[in-house]
């Protein structure tokens, strides 16, 4: 988190007191080291590297159809990632993501169909849930000053808790009914699970909201005044307040930013699989967190970027599916998929340091 | 500090969501085709009357992660006859082996009249049923450790010899003409679910491979068999060991462009549909719900008549039991309910 890394994006925040030291942002740089210095660059060569190799190791990666098998892994993945990534920038991490996807599609599969209204009405409700989760993450954390860890940690245990309980309290099953039937719901499956057709490629509607997501979340980080408070609550949270970044609103909004997210994941796949169990989810809010962290951003905030996440989700996605298109015995999967996540750190860790080395 | 309008406005935020949400109820917004107005009909599962007998209580002990539909089934079978016994039934669950034992432990401390188990891990448990031995509690398996309960002084054993039921799964593939079929496991290391995919490949005459996914997330789940079924244009069966994995994998079929069949061990509700519709093949059914209700009623029987069911010498199997097209219809309608 030392605040050379953070040199880019915070150049229009009033300069945060930091060590004094020369520490580089006042040296003329090239370009080449200005381009290796983006948190983005190692990932990006991972994740070409990975593509490449299983180009060449799996011939059927080749096929259009097959990369859109690819993209669509990668892209539920990486739409969740985006706001982890952010809220991580901003000094925080969340482990209930992984159950609040469920918890999101739980609450709209159950409400509809419990109350028998169109599902709309289980969506926005869903929503609603989502971003109150989230907001009381932020609360909870803003509030006792407890590290994100304990805060989230809890919040995964109540949701996995709640998630079971209120389930079969309300259905009598542990997985919601099927509410394919009902009312609004081809127009929801439009909307979050439909497919369209490119060059002949069937591509899920979610790769196109993953990349429209990203190039938001650029933006905001890189040119609005809250991209600003991001970096500058993950940098020094202190600092940050002393020259006015509104603390608490910047954690909260990135919590509730996560619930977002998971209201959209959670909304994908209920009205893709039209029912939903009720113990799924648990150990992914690791895999966004990952995603994030191989991504360029850093565990302990302040540095990062949100395309980054991008080519994090997509190598995930592109190793877990590559074996698979590959072939190799799938008693090895797990093992696989760790050592490649481990060597893409490596190349991004090594890049990182290549560039920044003085 | 940051106490202004932006607080306060976030503040009222869900609660005008809320109201709006409620409002949009209010004006009517109600769903004409499905929900639960559409499915209220019909009774809530078996009932058989109630035995006077004096009240016993009985731990069920299982290996159950928590939300899985099939364990659902295991409990209401063993709430159907606890209800119908006079039985008190104390239901406890942890896939962690050494958890599971602490849980026969705390049956044990409770003095309960009977304990039912699963031995998913039979090593992990043998300590602690001896120690149920030594107090004088009978105890019957249940769902797994069919080579094992004998071994472990266990009185009568409810379920269903998972490579048995691979191997009639695998058998009726030969039937069907498959060639080339793919066994999509949920759970990597779970030993059950390996002895399923065994026992097919025992039996099947035709080439079959294992295939791991996310059994927690199911687009992940959709996209690896998608991934798998476009690596591999000769596949023309699937074979899954969960309903909920079946209905992903014909979706995966779908979006493939692939003609694969699939097949699936267990059964819910949804899954019976897919049978009637034809997207499935056929289910190898192990009834969960037979098997918590005949253990529980097991041990109901030994106190009160001291029978044994399988003379405490044979099990008594459970599955396989084939659902397919030409008895889905009477099958499906238990399976509403959620007890088939």
Redesign the interface.
């Known amino acids: 988190m030392s605040m050379a890394q953070q040199a880019e994006p915070a150049v229009t925040t009033p300069p945060a007191p930091g060590p004094k030291e020369t520490d580089g942002r006042t040296r003329e740089r090239s370009v080449a080291v200005r381009v290796f210095a983006r948190p983005e660059v190692g990932v990006f060569l991972g994740a070409v590297a990975v593509f490449v190799f299983f180009l060449i190791a799996?011939p059927?990666v080749r096929?259009g159809?097959?990369m859109a098998?690819?993209l669509?892994?990668s892209s539920?993945i990486g739409i969740m990632a985006l706001p982890v990534a952010l809220l991580m920038i901003g000094g925080e991490f969340d482990l209930s993501a992984?159950v609040a996807v469920v918890a999101s599609s739980l609450t709209a599969g159950m409400l509809?169909?419990?109350?028998?209204?169109?599902?709309?009405?289980g969506v926005?409700?869903a929503?609603?849930v989502s971003?109150?989760v989230g907001?009381f993450n932020g609360w909870v954390l803003m509030k006792t000053g407890l590290p994100s860890f304990l805060v989230t940690l809890a919040t995964f245990l109540i949701l996995?808790g709640v998630?079971?309980a209120v389930?079969?309290l309300v259905t009598?099953?542990?997985?919601t009914?099927?509410?394919?039937?009902?009312?609004?719901?081809d127009q929801a499956k439009a909307v979050f699970a439909s497919?369209f057709d490119i060059g002949g490629v069937?591509v899920k509607i979610t790769v196109f909201y993953w990349l429209v997501f990203a190039a938001l979340a650029t933006w905001v980080l890189l040119r609005t005044k809250y991209g600003n408070w991001i970096f500058a609550v993950g940098g020094s949270q202190d600092s940050a307040?002393a020259v006015g970044v509104?603390?608490?609103?910047t954690k909260?909004t990135l919590f509730m930013l996560v619930g977002f997210g998971a209201w959209f994941v959670g909304m994908?796949?209920l009205f893709?699989?039209?029912?939903v169990?009720?113990?799924?989810?648990?150990?992914?809010e690791l895999?966004y967190i990952a995603a994030a962290v191989i991504g360029g951003c850093l565990l302990t905030g302040g540095y990062g970027s949100a395309i980054g996440p991008v080519f994090g989700a997509f190598m995930f996605?592109m190793v877990?599916?590559g074996i698979?298109?590959?072939?190799w015995n799938?008693?090895w999967?797990?093992a696989f998929l760790g050592v490649m996540l481990l060597g893409a750190v490596l190349i991004n860790l090594y890049v990182r340091r290549a560039a920044t080395r003085r | 500090m940051d106490r202004s309008s932006h607080a306060r406005s976030r503040r009222f935020a869900p609660a005008v969501a809320l109201a709006a949400a409620a409002a949009l109820t209010l004006a009517g917004c109600s769903s004409s085709s499905g929900g639960k107005k559409a499915d209220e009909e019909g009774d809530s599962g078996a009932s058989a009357g109630k035995a006077n007998t004096p009240r016993m209580t009985v731990a069920l002990v299982t290996h159950q992660a928590p939300g899985d539909t099939f364990w659902d089934i295991v409990r209401k079978g063993a709430e159907a006859a606890a209800a119908k016994d006079n039985v008190k039934l104390v239901y406890s669950a942890d896939p962690n082996a050494g958890n599971q034992a602490n849980l026969v432990q705390n049956a044990i401390d409770q003095k309960v009249d009977g304990i039912a188990v699963t031995l998913a891990k039979p090593d992990a448990l043998k300590s602690v049923l001896g120690k149920a031995e030594k107090a004088g509690i009978p105890v019957v398996g249940l769902n797994s450790g069919l080579a094992d309960w004998k071994k472990l002084g266990l009185m009568e054993f409810f379920g269903q010899d998972e490579s048995v039921a691979g191997e009639a799964l695998g058998k009726r593939l030969n039937e069907d003409g498959a060639k080339n079929a793919v066994c999509v496991i949920h759970e990597q290391g779970n030993v059950g679910l390996t002895q399923r995919c065994e026992g097919v490949k025992k039996t099947f005459e035709g080439s079959i491979e294992n295939l791991y996914v996310n059994g927690t997330d199911m687009p992940s789940v959709k996209s690896t068999v998608t991934a798998k079924l476009k690596q591999d244009g000769d596949i023309d069966h699937l074979v899954t060991l969960g309903a909920p994995f079946a209905m992903t994998a014909v979706q995966a079929v779908d979006e493939s462009g692939s003609e694969a069949e699939v097949a699936t061990f267990d059964l819910n509700k949804e899954l019976t549909g897919a049978i009637e519709k034809g997207d499935i093949a056929f289910a190898v059914d192990q009834q969960p719900y037979l098997q918590g209700y005949l253990a529980v009623d097991g041990l109901w029987l030994y106190k009160n008549n001291g029978n044994y069911s399988g003379g405490g010498e044979q099990p008594v199997l459970t599955g396989p039991a084939f659902v397919d097209e030409s008895n889905v219809k009477a099958v499906a309608e238990f399976a509403s309910k959620g007890t088939r």
């Open positions: 799996a059927s096929d159809g097959s098998t690819v669509y892994q539920t992984g509809s169909y419990q109350l028998t209204v169109n599902v709309w009405m926005i409700v929503l609603v971003l109150a907001a996995q998630n079971l389930t079969k009598g099953n542990v997985a009914d099927d509410i394919s039937d009902m009312d609004g719901f497919s069937e307040r509104p603390v608490t609103f909260i994908h796949q893709s699989f039209n029912t169990q009720s113990g799924e989810g648990v150990g992914q895999i996605g877990n599916q698979v298109f590959a072939g799938p008693d999967f797990k």
